[in-house]
């Protein structure tokens, strides 16, 4: 059972948006910054948005981040049939003091 | 470009001892900036963040796994390790490098990862 909790799958069409969302609480997410990752199949994770809303360089713009109290949300516009693969949310949790990861979502694009 | 590099057995026997090290290259493990950590995905499942070190030493791990984890960093040779006492199959997994910036919570760098079977 993870600390963070993600729905396991989404799914839209080519071209469409698509919003993952990442559930904490006040330990987490309510007074940490949160981070997303991409996993393609069969690679490493790699960070995708950063201080809950930021995109490191080379990271297209139809990627974005919020947050709102306890949760936050990843929403991908645009969406390409490369854009399939698991995503994770991760942030610091303050009384457990330890990384924390979302279960993760599995992104299919019909 | 920074790289991180997993190194270490691919198969442990149960009740053995998993021992990986993490060769840094194009940064230092001695940077202020950073910890330096490690994440497992066991076959199939999500990502599980192990533990993280900082230069000084000072470490912090998952509190389900603490008693049977040690992280160590070695600044001499650019490179930390991970050990994890009396495994099982539970711990079957492919274990990343990563590091991890101390401000932000990111974990902006990752290793290939290696496949770590617990198997007689």
């Known amino acids: 059972q993870s600390v963070l909790t993600q729905p396991p799958s989404v799914s839209a069409a080519p071209g469409q948006k698509v919003t993952i969302s990442c559930s904490g609480s006040?330990?987490?997410?309510?007074?940490?910054?949160v981070s997303w990752y991409q996993q393609l199949p069969g690679t490493a994770p790699k960070l995708l948005i950063y201080?809950?809303?930021k995109r490191p360089s080379g990271i297209p713009d139809r990627f974005s981040g919020s947050k709102s109290g306890t949760s936050a949300t990843l929403g991908i516009t645009g969406l390409q049939t490369g854009d399939e693969a698991d995503y994770y949310c991760?942030?610091?949790?303050?009384?457990?003091?330890?990384?924390?990861f979302g279960g993760g979502t599995t992104l299919t694009v019909l | 470009q920074l790289q991180l590099q997993e190194s270490g057995p691919g198969l442990v026997k149960p009740s053995e001892t998993l021992s990986l090290t993490c060769t840094v290259s194009?940064?230092?493990?001695?940077?202020?900036?950073?910890?330096w950590g490690w994440i497992r995905q066991p076959p199939g499942k999500g990502l599980e963040w192990i533990g993280n070190?900082?230069?000084?030493?000072?470490?912090h791990y998952n509190p389900s796994l603490k008693s049977r984890v040690t992280i160590s960093v070695d600044t001499s040779k650019n490179e930390f390790s991970l050990k994890v006492t009396s495994v099982t199959a539970a711990d079957t997994a492919v274990y990343y490098c990563?590091?991890?910036?101390?401000?932000?919570?990111?974990?902006?760098?990752w290793g290939q990862g290696t496949l770590v079977t617990v198997s007689s």
């Open positions: 070190i900082y230069y000084s030493g000072s470490a």
């Open positions: 194009g940064g230092s493990v001695s940077s202020s900036s950073y910890y």
């Open positions: 006040s330990s987490n997410i309510g007074n940490n910054y």
């Open positions: 990563a590091r991890r910036v101390l401000s932000s919570s990111k974990v902006d760098y």
């Open positions: 991760g942030t610091w949790d303050t009384s457990l003091s330890a990384d924390v």
């Open positions: 201080e809950n809303n």
